[in-house]
């Protein structure tokens, strides 16, 4: 792994070195590196590229981490990943994806479909970033679609801060009984780039509950799309959340639907897109920072 | 005009006898009345269906009423009303459809126009209301079109409570610098009702503001849909609040829509759908009313 590489690594898991506990790490479109444990089996797909992720009912205090790494220009990844945390497991997974091209467009598409058993827990890192020369495009779109069985419950980080100039999110979920899943997003783009997200989620059991946040950052040219899709069919929960900073000659659109098939359904959204209120730059201003910094503690703190 | 028509003349436009001021009453697709004033001129459309409503720049404190009446069975009417008020005019239109059918079908379309002159102010209301047997239908589908020039506010209140099976309600609105567009809409659905509201506002001049305040309460098997798409194209402000009851089997869905095409629009939206809360009800039967009665009083609170 040269420099480049190990960098991309750092950006999308936090890691300096190998991780600890169960790793894959994908390299260009190939396996690069791989650790088991007693509880997690990692097996690499037959039928088309990806692994399945095997997590033993009852595995706590665990992670997985899948980086996916690519420092080659031109190239298209696609990857199926299958998650099966087992009942009861309380586990954390760290994906993500860094690009870092010159001279030639790279795209990744990861799919990522989630079973969670019964009762079991887990917590979902996702990170993009991608780097390289203007001329050459970055392209991410990642699919995560959450099947969660009874009681099951998901939490869902996910963040694209820099470097990716087209990407097409999307997540969708199933919830039984007593579900729940919360999902946390944020977006921050720069120059031409353009990001849609777009989540659906099913409550179908009694008692399950969503909670979609976007925060967003538009600078420059760019253009975001947000849209969700929370349909409640049960007694159930929803909450969606679209927060959006827009900049310069920034374009966003916040698209949400709430959908109440059953009179025990209690749906909830807000949304609000706006300017850096002038009184806030003002303030940091008066301490001596300049407007452009000033602008850059406000995206920081909204965005952390 | 028999028992019948005076009766939903009193539903849809509140009047016991003839209005004062300019008014305009077609009965099952024909002129029933007209009256004008100094400065209110209604002309008959001679290439279509409706009339010309003409207000004098600076007309103050008037009204013109507009109420349509159907209490034939199988009727299906279609009217073009535009609405031309002169720069700095300040009055009132009440518009209102009421259908009375046994036997039949009946169906009005009222696509209503209007344009405001610089500075201009409107308040618009309208009533839908529906009688008659079970088994015939009543299809109302209002189209709104609403131009406003520099520093014209209109207002306008929407109201079907009762009696209409099948709406689709369409309004439309671009506002030119410091225009300003409120629209209150209260709807009710029962039985096997179907409604849809569609808003497209679009700011387009600097200073420009929208409110869309939507309240709506969806009873039995009834479904209702509302759409909203706010477009700030400048520095412009726009709010949009969907509050929904749901009861019953109903189903609701609100989609609304922000779309922030400057760095200077103010975009916010509200949606919560929801059934009455138990603790309402329990305040309200502890009083002494019956469960249904307290839905009720909450509902026409919620309406109010």
Same mark, same amino acid.
């Not at 936090?14 to 070195?17: G, T, V």
């Given at each position: 792994m040269d420099a480049i590489e190990k960098n991309l690594l750092k950006e999308v898991a =936090?890691?300096?070195?190998l991780p600890v506990g169960a790793y894959n790490i994908r390299a260009n479109g190939q396996l690069d590196g791989r650790h088991t444990t007693a509880n997690i089996d990692i097996v690499t797909k037959t039928d088309k590229p990806g692994i399945d992720i095997y997590i033993k009912p009852g595995t706590k205090n665990e992670s997985v981490h899948i980086p996916v790494i690519i420092s080659k220009a031109g190239l298209k990844d696609l990857v199926y990943n299958d998650f099966h945390i087992g009942e009861g497991a309380d586990v954390t997974i760290i994906a993500g994806c860094g690009i870092h091209n010159c001279g030639g467009d790279s795209q990744h598409d990861g799919i990522h479909t989630f079973y969670l058993a019964k009762n079991a827990r887990l917590r979902y890192v996702e990170k993009h970033y991608g780097e390289g020369d203007e001329t050459s495009k970055r392209v991410m779109n990642p699919t995560t679609i959450v099947h969660l069985e009874e009681g099951a419950q998901m939490e869902m980080e996910t963040t694209q801060i820099a470097g990716i100039d087209d990407t097409i999110r999307k997540t969708s979920g199933d919830l039984a009984a007593g579900a729940s899943l919360v999902v946390r997003e944020k977006i921050m783009t720069t120059g031409e780039q353009n990001a849609v997200t777009d989540f659906v989620v099913d409550m179908?059991? =009694?008692g399950s509950s969503a909670n979609i946040i976007s925060r967003s950052v538009a600078k420059d040219h760019s253009r975001q799309e947000f849209i969700s899709r929370i349909n409640g069919n049960c007694a159930c929960a929803g909450h969606s959340e679209c927060d959006a900073i827009i900049m310069d000659d920034a374009c966003v659109l916040a698209s949400p639907q709430l959908t109440a098939n059953s009179v025990d359904a209690s749906l909830i959204h807000e949304a609000a897109i706006g300017k850096i209120a002038g009184e806030q730059l003002i303030k940091l201003m008066t301490l001596g920072l300049t407007e452009q910094q000033a602008e850059e503690q406000i995206v920081n703190g909204f965005l952390k």
């Open positions: =936090e890691l300096d070195s179908n059991g =009694e």
